[in-house]
């Protein structure tokens, strides 16, 4: 075939972009997702919060209605705050902003005052809404930060919150002031690169940084949570895990996406968790280990016959808490992401060969972080030089991550960005191993790493090690300085409710699953660990502590 | 906020592109589907064919084979046909063509030699791959089509074919010559929106259409399909439908998506079916209405107590289909699609409510042709000035598509594409209705409908109110000239082995099911029913024959 000809023929296969009137092409966007399935279910119950009920017809009304409202409060591509916990109006939020052209900004309830003000400036936030349980926390800021106009009371009558903190617009009232419009709203968007949200992360070091996450991004990580979780029409989700946190893993989008039901809830405690298991038939909910634990050793945890998935990250599930849900019927399904990546970007992909191993190492498989979700780009762990480190299981790196699973980039922060992206791959932080298998294995976030001798040593693998002793509730390993050894670590540890244990006996258990030189140096038992807003362990609080027991004589 | 703000923070949020180096996009193609799957399942069955198996290593392996094979012989863009039954050589060609840069082009294996040789032509192709059981059909080609370099024979010794066409080059003898190359295979591509593969209509009118799909349209079909089927890595899928049909509906991208197993399939015929359902635990596979009554009516049919779900589409399955499949414990999702939308575009989503429905209602609303599947945009049935005809389930439209499930265009065929997309969406040249739930019936091809009398009758509507009949295993209706009506439909009907049936006791059954007006004039008990390649009825040939009873005196 001669050149010419090829140049022609590809010529024409791109120029029939123009002669179709883009009618083959779509930005994608979750936006979708609500339109169809306000369309196809219209009967089906979407959002359940207590006594209060929403059909997926009222669920997109509810959605209107609030962007109609946000609409005529804005201009195009402005920051929308939400302070609330999982409460419907922060799910409808997830549709309504971008819907309204904005840009969602869910702020994390658990942050101080200060913090919130940080975020609500960086965000030239334009509206803040906020729930009556924390609208005390925010009085007066429209009058503090400069670009917030005005800020909206959500009161929730289902849960007795009263008449809204003075100088706060009830949301009622807004809702009910807005003009009726003839100028509809557009439910497709012209970019699917565009920003939808931008998601604060918590700021251990410095001040916090905004993601944007894209409409395109958002769209692909929803599909492919609902693949790996097996989302389907017939699901009911409760919603444990924050939306502030990753907008809620992407899961307002994947759940509406497949038509399921969304449980909301305020506060993540067992008894109202295992109502809704009990009484909603609740099919998948994600959280923390922590959410887990909440789970499994609730006074009413019990053995249940019908599926439930849990989807977990932030921290690997110990191979006791595995089995212990496991053999309660729940299936666990382990994920591992960062803000930076629409929350989850690997899964753990169950091997049906992992059935014959022995339950022990049977969890120590599924605790691991897996492999890319079906939509994301392979995984890479590397050194410092940005070569891979061979597949051994062995040799630390760093994780990094790209593709559509990853952030725009931190809002205006163009040196933030450059770092993160530097050599064209997205710098998670985190410390891992890459396994023969494929399979990469979190073995700490990077500033967690105590060196010892010159070993690296793996406060999560200690913290693993700890934690399946039997008494064991929870556990924090940090290191202390050393003159011999450079750093040593030491334990903090929770004990569970009615059970004991010595330190010797603990670290004699230790001692039992990881080299010697890991064990920690001493055990402090405590009543609670400290934890930051995102339920993270104060790592720092703890090394600060000076708690070296006398030397022994 | 300032308007120059406001433009100083979308620049900013637009330019982020930039300084990421493009770590924060990937290119979307269905390539990355098998890689992630050899990655994370090597040792899992991914290609089961008599007794021959491939693990998704192997796939990989011999993907990248025929890629380097096929790589060394084209250029960029060229394309590469294959004409093949569903052997696993046409499988790997929807990875390995675009893994070598090229277009692939599955031709139908029903075609006669002078369509092949007008596809052959009219797509340049400068390969084509013939299995064994063709190869004496493509005799000779390689000197008939000018753009064409080279024919290839897949000599299946599984099933006993011979040692190859004189002229054509054995594919393992150019397998085994490709040079060792240290230019790798690039799994990435450039623009989403390049053409992957092109499927040639089966053309009833004129001469065959090439429609071209892109990376990004065959990758959101593919999660599409696996979001609707509920494909899963334990799946396990019988390829019953050709590949060479829109590409197998996706099916090559999706099964592989989910990390399932493929078993590819020769001959559709009842025993090796039901052979691979009981031997093999298939958990999926699609077809026509004919794959369905194949099934249903095989000697070997039995209840089954595993999920098995069947994809159909090409014409609505009749009510009494559907109750026998489901007698056998078998779940059929019902969607509808053509050539130009990558296969299906619609599905018939279960509605809870429909459980409390009679058998015949319940049959009737799932043989509906439905909604716009996840990843596809929302279907119209409009009017001839493109407005949208009323909810009502009675007026009938065209029935238009548009979105990323829809065809870039046709190759080198300007003027069909204009026409295609006239108003910004594409045409499907469907006739149907819009139920006052949102879902499209189709009511016919647009040429098949029969006006008699002013009034619109549907051949599908009497189709299935003659095939409700016990004794009628299959039935077409087409019109004849009628002085006084203009048109009236007469009905070819096929009897069940064993059973009987009069000609009005026939018709009498019909009148009591639709109005008496669709009733056929007479009926043509035949052994038979001509069919093209892509297995539609020819209803051309039976409008044709003059067999109009005479007249009862």
């Known amino acids: 075939m001669f050149l010419t000809q090829l140049h022609a023929d590809i010529r024409e296969m791109t120029m029939t972009f123009a002669t179709t009137q883009g009618a083959n092409h779509a930005a994608l966007t979750p936006l979708s997702f609500l339109r169809r399935s306000a369309e196809i279910y219209p009967d089906k119950e979407a959002i359940i919060y207590g006594r209060r009920r929403h059909t997926y017809r009222e ?59 940080t975020i609500l400036d960086h965000s030239d936030a334009r509206l803040l809404f906020v729930d009556s349980e924390y609208s005390a926390s925010v009085r007066g800021l429209a009058e503090t930060c400069p670009a917030l106009d005005t800020i909206i009371e959500i009161i929730d009558e289902e849960f007795g919150h009263g008449a809204g903190e003075a100088g706060h617009t009830p949301l009622e009232v807004m809702l009910a002031r807005t003009a009726t419009t003839t100028d509809p709203l557009r439910w497709e968007i012209d970019d699917e690169n565009s920003v939808i949200t931008i998601n604060y992360t918590s700021g251990t070091t410095g001040n916090p940084k905004g993601v944007m ?79 887990c634990s909440t789970i499994a050793n609730a006074p009413e945890a019990h053995r249940i016959d019908r ?76 050194d410092e030089a940005m070569n891979d480190v061979p597949r051994d ?36 932080g985190d410390l891992g191993v890459m396994h023969p298998d494929g399979y990469i294995e979190l073995k700490d976030r990077a500033k967690d790493i105590i060196i010892s001798g010159g070993e690296n040593i793996s406060t999560v693998e200690v913290e693993a090690a700890i934690s399946s002793h039997p008494a064991v509730l929870d556990v924090a390993v940090v290191g202390f300085a ?72």
């Not at 169950?350 to 995984?379: H, I, K, N, T």
Request: aromatic letters at 8%.
């Open 59 to 117: 669920f997109r009304v509810e959605v209107e209605r609030l962007a109609l409202a946000i609409r005529a409060a804005i201009s195009p591509g402005d920051r929308v705050a939400f302070l609330a916990p999982n409460v419907p109006e922060l799910l409808l939020a997830h549709f309504a902003v971008p819907l309204a052209g904005g840009i969602l900004v869910a702020i994390n309830s658990r942050l101080a005052r200060d913090e919130v003000i």
């Open 213 to 291: 996450y894209t409409h395109r991004g958002a769209y692909l990580n929803a599909l492919g949570e609902a693949h790996h979780t097996r989302l389907a029409d017939d699901s009911t989700f409760l919603w444990t895990l924050p939306m502030f946190h990753c907008n809620g893993w992407c899961m307002p989008w994947a759940v509406t996406a497949a038509g399921g039901a969304h449980v909301c809830l305020r506060a993540v405690r067992s008894e109202p968790i295992w109502r809704a298991i009990d009484d909603l038939n609740v099919t998948h909910l994600c959280g923390s280990p922590t959410v």
């Open 307 to 382: 599926p439930l998935r849990i989807t977990t990250a932030g921290a690997p599930p110990t191979p006791s808490m595995l089995e212990h849900l496991e053999a309660m019927g729940i299936q666990v399904v382990h994920v591992y992401g960062l803000t930076e990546a629409y929350g989850p970007y690997t899964v753990c992909e169950y091997q049906p060969a992992w059935d014959s191993l022995s339950p022990d190492s049977r969890a120590r498989m599924v605790s691991r972080q897996g492999v890319a979700m079906v939509q994301a780009e392979p995984v890479r762990v590397v």
């Open 393 to 428: 299981g062995e040799a630390l790196g760093e994780i990094l991550l790209r593709g559509n699973n990853v952030m725009l980039g931190y809002f205006k922060d163009e040196d933030a960005t450059n770092a993160a992206f530097a050599g064209g791959w997205f710098h998670t």
């Open 482 to 553: 050393s003159e011999r050894w450079g750093e040593r670590p030491k334990a903090y540890v929770l004990l569970r409710p009615g059970r004991a244990v010595n330190e010797s006996s603990l670290l004699e258990h230790a001692r039992g699953t990881i080299a010697r030189f890991k064990v920690p140096d001493y055990v402090v038992f405590v009543d609670t660990l400290p934890r930051t807003a995102t339920g993270k362990v104060t790592k720092a609080a703890l090394r600060a502590l000076d708690d070296v027991p006398a030397p022994r004589t």
